[in-house]
């Protein structure tokens, strides 16, 4: 795997540094979506008030966010090395950096998820809806994962995974608007369970936009490589 300058003009180094750059960029989403699927398993454990297992969780959610930012930090300084001939260098920039912001904020959910775990008792009609907001970003995470393969591979099958992305953002959005009343409704005597459950909501659909907004950029990149 070549670590040197890539000149604009010399295309077959140029293919070589991308594809390896897009590999390290599909490894990275990865483990985001290993983190995700631990909040999700964390969220379960704290409905099903198994204290000591969530508390063990969101140790792992924390390293997965540790390794996130390790590893996207080294594809970045690839980029650095590599990325001057590439003409979607400041897009994949984004990206990558994009990735570490939501694993920055998945492993803050578990906090907010933690506190949950000291003992407050969530609504149904509350938890339902986060348990859908996660299953719907990890269905995005899924596809963003899917989309880099793509784009590495098959280019023209990746604005097809964008568009799937997209249609789980309106899911987020509309789960979204639809629990942000039943919060007031339910929650608004009980301020020291209503704050925890809005930063997670709030978060969870703060992650959906962001992989939303990266599936975009990654879209008008496949679209140049059709």
Do not use: C
């Not at 506190?115 to 859908?132: F, Q, R, T, Y």
Request: zero cysteines.
């Amino acid at each position: 795997m070549t670590e040197e300058y890539i000149n604009p003009y010399d295309m077959s180094r140029f293919s070589i540094a991308e594809m390896n750059l897009l590999e390290k960029m599909r490894s990275d989403s990865r483990i985001l979506l290993n983190e995700v699927v631990e909040l999700k398993t964390m969220l379960r454990e704290i409905l099903d008030k198994d204290i000591y297992a969530a508390r063990g969780r969101m140790e792992k959610i924390r390293k997965f966010k540790e390794d996130l930012q390790a590893e996207g930090f080294k594809t970045l300084e690839y980029l650095v090395r590599t990325g001057l001939g590439l003409q979607f260098k400041d897009i994949y920039a984004e990206v990558i950096t994009g990735m570490i912001s939501i694993g920055e904020s998945a492993a803050d959910i578990s906090l907010y998820l933690d506190i949950l775990n000291s003992g407050s008792s969530v609504p149904s009609e509350v938890a339902k809806p986060i348990e859908d907001l996660i299953s719907i970003v990890e269905g995005q995470a899924k596809k963003l994962e899917e989309l880099l393969i793509s784009l590495n591979s098959s280019p023209q099958a990746a604005p097809k995974d964008a568009i799937e992305i997209e249609k789980l953002e309106e899911q987020a959005d509309e789960v979204y608007r639809n629990t942000i009343p039943h919060i007031v409704k339910n929650l608004s005597r009980s301020p020291d369970t209503m704050v925890p459950v809005m930063e997670i909501i709030e978060r969870l659909e703060g992650i959906s936009d962001t992989l939303w907004r990266l599936s975009i950029y990654l879209k008008y990149v496949a679209m140049h490589r059709v």
